[in-house]
């Protein structure tokens, strides 16, 4: 895809989906329920401060009628009950509103009610609409795991390569993103990278094809892996980052938005539902784009 029109075209055909939203009591997150619902896309649960959620809903010209609140004034027990919702099946996306994102995710990893899918790992994707560049981005993890190890990194690649798959990527090429393209023991992560690329070629990792270490000139620009001589698949051409930490991804998400006027979107995935997850600062388009991309990522998979 190319771009989020695409993306909010393809979430349009899908059968409403229910989404829990955690301490809705925010401009932004209620205007894109608000759009969702308009646009045939998914409809909300708000649970949050009654209060507050139908004041800033008078706001939008919406009635008190056309919503479903459930009263929970306190954040964190508010994203304890949306995360339930979602659990008992009267939900299939969570969304994270007024909260901080630690206090949101450790409602979602809760033991009782949390949405831990056995031990796999859950892990951020990024989508990212930049000018001037032809097809849409995909970026891991830039928002939940702080320093992956390797076996984290490949449930990390598998979460992201399937958010891929949801959109019609039927081979995302992977760059495993390094500050350098060789192989430097003083550098672990160019190690791990290399690792996940030979995991790729023997069958370990499927549905995608994975090149590093490549560093971001040479993962984006086919001119800069020319001039670095570097001939793969990948080089040049991806259309997934793999990075090796959160603060790569976390700069590279921002960057996106403050630096290159993109569009955004962002969904952690590997739980039992997708939850969407941006940022407080992020726009109400990036969040209606976070909701599309939480429904496709929803529907099961061939
Ligand atoms: N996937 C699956 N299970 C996990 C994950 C994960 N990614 N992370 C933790 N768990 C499990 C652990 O195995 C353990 O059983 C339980 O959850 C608690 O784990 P801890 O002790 O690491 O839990 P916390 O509460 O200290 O930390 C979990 C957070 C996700 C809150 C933490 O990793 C975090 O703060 N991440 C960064 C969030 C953030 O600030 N993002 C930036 C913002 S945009």
Known sequence: MRKFEEVLE????IPTCKVAVAAAEDEHVLEAVLAAKKQGIAEAILVG????????????????????IVHEANPAKAALEAVRLVSS???????????PTADFLRAVLNKDVGLRQGKQVLSHVAVMEIPGREKLLFMSDGAMNMRPDLPQKVQILKNVVHVAHALGLEKPRVAALAAVEVVNPDMPETVDAAALTKMCERGQIKGCIVDGPLALDN???EEAAHHKGIV?????????????EIICGNMLY????????GAVA????????????TSRADSSAAKLQSIALAVLAAQPQK
């Open 266 to 277: 962002g969904v952690v995935v590997g739980a039992k539902a997708p939850i969407v997850m």
């Open 49 to 68: 401060d009654k209060e507050k959620i139908l004041a800033l809903a008078a706001q939008c010209g919406v009635a008190a009628d056309d919503l479903t």
């Open 254 to 261: 921002k960057a996106a938005t403050f630096l290159a006027q």
């Open 219 to 221: 993962a984006l620009s």
């Open 89 to 99: 099946g009267e939900a299939q996306v969570v969304m994270k509103g007024l909260i």
């Open 232 to 244: 793969s698949e990948v080089a040049g051409r991806a259309d997934v980052l793999l990075v090796p």
């Open 10 to 13: 393809k979430a349009k055909g």
